[in-house]
Nanobody, 126 residues
Framework: QVQLVESGGGLVQAGGSLRLSCAAS????????MGWFRQAPGKEREFVAR????????YYADSVKGRFTISRDNAKKMVYLQMNSLKPEDTAVYYC???????????????????WGQGTQVTVSS
C-alpha cells in the first residue's frame, strides 16, 4: 500500500511559477517510479512527467518540456514538480501517482500507475 498527498497548488498569473509537492508513505519509496498527471475540466487525465526510482531518469510531455522539472528526495519520501513560465492552459487538477511495476519501458498511461493522490488545483490566470 502507498499513500500519496499533494500540496502546493494555487492561483498564479501567467508567466509565474509554482512548486507542487507529493508526500508518500507506506511501501519503500525508493523502490518505485513516480509520475505527475493533470486533468482539466471536461478533459481526460494526461501525463505530465515521470521520474524513475533513483531520480536519474526523467521524462516529460512535450507540452511542459523546458518549463517543468520533476525531482524526488528518497530520504524524505517526497516528489516535486517545479512549474515555471506557467500558461493558462496549464490550469488543471494535478495528481501524483506511483508506478510499482519495475520496467525499462517508459510508462505514461494513467492506467499503468497503481496509487494516486487526491490532487491539488492549479489555476493560471491570463
Amino acid at each position: 500500500q502507498v499513500q500519496l498527498v499533494e500540496s502546493g497548488g494555487g492561483l498564479v498569473q501567467a508567466g509565474g511559477s509554482l512548486r507542487l509537492s507529493c508526500a508518500a508513505s507506506g511501501r519503500t519509496f525508493s523502490s518505485y517510479a513516480m509520475g505527475w498527471f493533470r486533468q482539466a475540466p471536461g478533459k481526460e487525465r494526461e501525463f505530465v512527467a515521470r521520474i524513475n526510482w533513483s531520480g536519474g531518469s526523467t521524462y516529460y510531455a512535450d507540452s511542459v518540456k523546458g518549463r517543468f522539472t520533476i525531482s524526488r528526495d528518497n530520504a524524505k519520501k517526497m516528489v516535486y514538480l517545479q512549474m515555471n513560465s506557467l500558461k493558462p492552459e496549464d490550469t488543471a487538477v494535478y495528481y501524483c501517482a506511483a508506478d510499482l511495476i519495475p520496467s525499462n519501458v517508459l510508462r505514461v498511461g494513467a492506467h499503468e500507475y497503481d496509487y494516486w493522490g487526491q490532487g491539488t488545483q492549479v489555476t493560471v490566470s491570463s
